[in-house]
């Protein structure tokens, strides 16, 4: 329990990343102290504590970094302090004169930082193309190689690291009163700094750089013309919200028009899921606004942002929010949609949503498609295997971008739920996965989250300790050690789910080259890694699930039943059929709230202090008890629209019956954008 704290409070996600952290914190007081013994072994001791911290935190991408440059310690400043106290133990050795000469040297070496550091940006500035671009072939559009990965990767502290000559050789000076080594030391750095930099130099070459924005978007808008996509999918947010838009690629995959996917932000790309659909990444408005989208007939826009302004803007198509979830939360009924040609909901909830909303989106711009994304949900009674207790997940949203109660349960029930979950008399599991934005707006969000995973961590450990459950560990414990090195194994092998951030923007493009089967075995794998997920864990044990992985339709098909607030989070849970409870953190009372969100109208209804929990535990533990699993199937169907035809081939139809009503009208206008006519849409 004390080492959890601890770690949460240094910022570390595990305890090995703890240990480096005292450890590299505990060298410069030892360096310190030992500078003014003087004593050049305990010196020579606390200095290697704190490189080899300090290098594993790196290595791990510990947040503990961040925080250490936010208090204006980042890793320049670690090096420098380094090196001060180590001419403090030169003055304290009598070294007082010739000290001024290191230090001369030390100024030197810093002093080549700035135009080291210099080169490095202009360079990565040069290498970065307008767009960012993925499974588009740029065979035709010159990228030459840029510097190897050895040079540009974590560049600052690769020559911060240069000073290691200069350390040693002033160390061994104060150690054996023999001047050449501290000279020979300083030399040896200043030449690799030097050197460092003239092997940038020869990048900078024209033959070395990428072609220049006009013609590189000009080589674009040819690619346009060429391939002709006419769907498109187009999201601009945060890294932490590329769900949103991953939700829909498999989707659009499975389309028979070219489909391309535009993003706005090099955030987004490089946690884009795999996909083979070619995509692009164009950060600048004038750009986008400047390009030749003639031939794209409709526009599927995941989100609401501002940035949408860019792309609708195109009267050659049409425009269709399609959002990233079907939710009575206010923005699935948001004013914004009036922009959009149409609106597509899942079934016929949203329709009403919106009639009863009033906000001026009209009921025939309304269109049904269900939600192709909820096929890997698995249906289920919500009764446990034989012999095993049931598995509750709470589910809860974030704080949202107001200050309304209504927004999340975790603020106000969030802990409530918890315990009572974990002192049940009958007892559960507890899959605790919180929405990905949570704390991000309102730091009290945060802060209960972290209590409430104490509290389950603590719950977990109790457990453990318990007897009832120690036989069953014993039982499982080969088994489930099989599944963890498994597990382990192929988290080892199996590709990465996303491309990684790249310094050298170009040759990503260039190389970012999905193979037609990389998804399909993909997805093999993550299947398998998610059956070995479940199979390394015991069946009993409380679990804190936060990351993309396991994915929460994973944790749907793991659990018996939910707790969660208003979100999409329990209209995708409805398709399971399985019982949930959703809590009425605004107080709005029963009857009221059922009245205003259509989705818990078969749900059992929490208050924030979660009272009535009881009800839902009694559904997963007695089938006879389950009293509103009727209601459940009549929701799902208003909710989530027929099972037939399949919400795949519904949205397909949707898609092909907006692009003939889009070239129609161009037809009509006699305007660009028409079949027979693939002009460039000016820019306003």
């Not at 559904?619 to 009549?634: C, G, I, N, S």
């Not at 035809?645 to 092909?656: I, T, W």
Request: proline fraction near 6%.
């Amino acid at each position: 329990m004390i080492a959890s704290l601890l770690r949460r409070l240094v910022g570390v996600a595990s305890g090995v990343e703890l240990v480096a952290a005292l450890v590299m914190a505990a060298g410069y007081p030892l360096m310190l102290a030992t500078a003014l013994l003087p004593s050049a072994g305990g010196f020579a001791v606390a200095a290697v504590c704190s490189y080899l911290g300090d290098h594993f935190l790196h290595r791990r991408g510990s947040y503990v970094l961040v925080r250490l440059g936010k208090a204006r310690l980042g890793l320049t400043i670690r090096f420098l302090i380094r090196q001060l106290l180590l001419i403090l133990l030169l003055v304290r050795s009598d070294w007082g004169d010739e000290a001024v000469y290191y230090v001369v040297g030390l100024l030197v070496f810093y002093g080549l930082q700035a135009p080291h550091t210099a080169l490095v940006m202009v360079l990565r500035r040069k290498r970065r193309l307008p767009i960012t671009t993925r499974n588009i072939d740029l065979s035709t559009l010159p990228v030459p190689d840029g510097p190897p990965r050895w040079l540009t990767h974590r560049a600052v502290e690769k020559v911060l690291h240069t000073e290691v000559p200069m350390f040693l050789g002033l160390l061994a000076a104060a150690a054996t009163d023999e001047m050449v080594y501290a000279q020979a030391g300083i030399a040896a750095t200043i030449a690799l700094v030097l050197v460092y930099m003239l092997v940038l130099l020869p990048f900078f070459r024209s033959s070395k750089l990428p072609p220049d924005p006009d013609r590189t978007l000009e080589w674009f808008d040819e690619w346009l013309r060429a391939e002709r996509p006419t769907v498109a999918l187009y999201f601009s947010g945060s890294k932490d919200s590329a769900y949103q838009a991953n939700m829909w690629l498999e989707t659009l995959e499975k389309l028979d028009e070219k489909a391309i996917v535009i993003l706005r932000e090099r955030a987004i790309m490089a946690r884009l899921g795999t996909t083979t659909l070619p995509v692009v990444c164009v950060p600048s408005a004038v750009h986008l606004m400047q390009m030749d989208l003639s031939m794209l007939r409709v526009g599927l826009y995941p989100a609401n942002v501002g940035k949408n302004l860019h792309l609708l803007r195109v009267p050659t198509m049409k425009h269709v929010f399609i959002g990233h979830g079907d939710s009575d939360k206010i923005a699935s009924i948001n004013p914004y949609a009036k922009a959009y040609d149409e609106v597509w909901t899942a079934g016929r909830a949203g329709r009403d949503r919106y009639a009863l909303a009033d906000v001026g989106v009209r009921d025939e711009d309304i269109v049904e498609v269900g939600r192709p994304q909820l096929a890997p949900i698995a249906t289920g009674t919500g009764q446990p295997p034989a012999g095993r207790i049931p598995t509750i997940l709470y589910a809860p949203t974030w704080e949202g971008w107001t200050d309304d109660p209504g927004n999340t349960s975790l603020l106000l029930a969030g802990e409530n739920i918890i315990r009572r979950l974990l002192d049940s008399e009958r007892p559960v599991r507890v899959l605790y996965k919180p929405h990905p934005f949570t704390g991000t707006r309102d730091r009290a969000a945060g802060v209960v989250h972290q209590r409430i995973v104490a509290m389950i961590e603590e719950a977990a450990a109790r457990r453990a300790a318990d007897p009832r459950w120690a036989a069953e560990a014993e039982r499982t414990a080969r088994e489930r050690a099989h599944a963890q090195a498994a597990l382990r194994e192929l988290t080892a092998a199996r590709p990465a789910l996303t491309l990684a951030a790249s310094w050298d923007d170009a040759s990503a493009s260039r190389d970012a080259q999905t193979p037609l089967d990389q998804a399909p075995e993909e997805e093999r794998r993550f299947r398998e890694w998610n059956e070995l997920y479940w199979r390394s864990q015991g069946w009993w044990e409380h679990r804190v699930i936060t990351g993309p992985e396991p994915r929460l339709f994973d944790c749907f098909n793991e659990s018996d039943a939910l707790v969660s607030d208003i979100s999409s989070v329990v209209s995708d849970w409805i398709a399971s059929g399985k019982p949930y409870a959703v809590t009425d953190s605004a107080g709005l009372g029963e009857d009221e709230f059922k009245r205003q969100n259509t989705a818990v109208r078969a749900a059992v209804i929490l208050s924030n202090d979660a009272a009535q929990l009881g009800e839902l535990l009694d559904a997963v533990h007695e089938p006879a008890a389950d009293v509103l699993a009727t209601q459940r199937a009549e929701l799902k169907q208003y909710l989530l629209g027929p099972d037939q035809p399949p919400s795949q081939e519904r949205f397909a139809a949707a898609v092909r019956a907006l692009a003939a009503r889009a070239s129609a009208r161009n037809r009509a206008q006699g305007e660009a954008g028409a079949d027979d006519a693939p002009a460039a849409v000016p820019a306003p």
